[in-house]
Each structure stands twice: as structure tokens, then as C-alpha cells.
């Protein structure tokens, strides 16, 4: 569901458990990621990104991002034949942490200089987490190709 100016760039998934980025803390050897499970995730949407981009140069425009983030369903909304129970059938979405915003956080500040110069370059973004598996995000950027702001007031 892109706007009509709206390029595609990349539509990849990553598969694995989202780990979302923690609080920063500046320290005397740079900035450090309160969360250390958020590393190795970072790392891994990075290099599968590199390697579908290729040699395509980055993003230096304003870029829209779609991020669809998937869970699978905790055990206790399946009955023992596989099918869901009440409480599962009342969730359709992951209502519970990590949080989508910081789930979010850790896929942009992966794709920083790999994807796009600068995560400030993002001026539209979707996000959303859904039950499903295995788990993964979907990664969608789109180029945006007009130079007017047809939501602005101006």
C-alpha cells in the first residue's frame, strides 16, 4: 500500500526474533545500546539488507518505511489440537512488549548507511506487529519522487 509517489527501493524479510533497541548511553568509546540482544539482530538485518542492495547506491532523499513485524502466537492460544482458544481468538494482534516503536528503532538504526545516509531521512512510516510465523519483519523503503508535500499547509 504505497502513495503514487512512492518508488519501491527494497522489499525483503528478515527472518528471526525482533529484538527491539534499548536507551543509548554515551560512553568514552561511542554510543552503547542498553539492550545486548539488540547487537546481534541489528547485525543480521544489516548484512541480509547489504546483500540484497548490492551495489545500489543509498538513499539520499526523504524515503518512506513499512515495517511488519511478526510474532508467533504464545502457546496458551492453541488448544492441544492445534486450533486457537477464546483468549487467542480475542488477541488478533501482539498487544504485549517489545514495544513496535522500539522493535522499530533497532531495524532503522541497522540500516543507517547501508540502506539510507541518515534515519532522519525517513519522513513517512508505517509499522506494525502481527501474529505470525515464523518469526520475521518485513522491510519495505520507498523513494519518495515528488517534491511537494501535498499534506502540508503551505
Known sequence: MSRADEQLVLDTTVYGQAEPAGSK??????VR????????????VAQIVAVHLGDDPLELGPITVRLDFYAPRPKGHHKPDGTLNTPGRRLPYP??????????????????????????????????????APARVRIRIYRITSTRDEDSDE
Open 33 to 44: 545500546d542498553s539492550n545486548p540482544k539488540s547487537r546481534p539482530w541489528k547485525h543480521q
Open 95 to 132: 498487544t504485549r512488549k517489545p514495544d513496535v516503536l522500539k522493535l522499530a528503532r533497532a531495524v532503522e538504526d541497522a540500516l543507517t548507511g547501508i540502506a539510507y545516509r541518515d534515519d532522519a531521512q525517513i519522513v513517512r512510516e508505517h509499522l506494525a506487529k502481527h501474529y505470525g
Open 25 to 30: 548511553t554515551r560512553t568514552a568509546y561511542g
